[in-house]
């Protein structure tokens, strides 16, 4: 089992990996203004996830053409051996992915909301492939299905390529898939509390210590 944390907020995200649970983290430019930083920051963005344990940090290439995606990436890359590079799945992103993977360089094709992405992914040697179900649920598709056929069809053909799960509703979405095997995930901070949240834990810890407290 796999998770990261979803965030380029550095408290968020050290918090996380602070727990020893999360293997890394993962971003995007949106993630990353909404933590107030950009494209800039990447390289302080690596120093800080890694020296917090982070084994894995993920990074998005930018750019509309594959030559300049092959080029960011590159860049990205050179920053260290935890990055894996992020690709969106458009014909440009999943040629640059090609390249990229064929030399080598870890990648995650991103924004895949298709099985048949998950086929040409799996062609282009992409190491993951991150489909985004709280938005395939909100376009009115059958996310849980659709992700689902993607891990299935990856599993089936002995693909290296794996589901990193993405935009993740909830922990029970989780559960659900992980089920069947699915075993990579990225979430928000917000989602991750979730995993330490439940009542009766709580009430067991203060039943735990109450007893430790009342022993003679
Ligand atoms: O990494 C996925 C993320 O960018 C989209 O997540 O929760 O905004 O749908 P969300």
Redesign the pocket.
């Known amino acids: 089992m796999r998770l990261y944390a ?1 965030t380029a907020d550095r408290s968020a995200a050290e918090g996380l990996l602070a727990t020893g649970l999360f293997a890394g983290v ?1 971003t ?1 430019p ?2 990353l203004r909404r933590a107030g930083s950009g494209v800039d920051d990447i390289p302080a963005i690596y120093r800080w996830a890694t020296e917090s344990g982070a084994r894995e940090v993920f990074f998005q290439a930018w750019g509309e053409d594959t030559e300049t995606l092959v080029e960011r990436g590159r860049e990205l890359r050179g920053l260290g051996d935890e990055v894996v590079v992020k690709l969106v799945a458009s014909r440009a992103g999943t040629a640059a992915c090609a390249r990229l993977a064929a030399d080598g360089v870890p990648t995650l094709l991103t924004a895949v909301y298709d099985p048949g992405q998950a086929m040409v992914a799996a062609a282009a040697g992409a190491t993951y492939i ?1 489909p ?1 179900l ?2 395939l649920i909100a376009a009115g598709r059958d996310g849980h299905g659709d992700v689902l056929a993607m891990h299935e069809l990856l599993a089936a053909t002995g693909s290296g390529t794996k589901v990193l799960l ?2 993740i509703p909830d922990v029970p979405s989780m559960v659900a898939l992980a089920r069947h095997g699915v075993d990579c995930f ?1 979430m ?1 901070p917000a989602i991750a509390e979730q995993f330490f949240a439940d009542e009766l834990t709580a009430e067991a810890v203060r039943t735990f210590e109450d007893a430790v407290a009342g022993t003679p």
Request: aromatic share 8%; no cysteine.
């Open positions: 979803d993962t995007n949106t993630i991150a985004y709280r938005r993405a935009s990225t928000a």
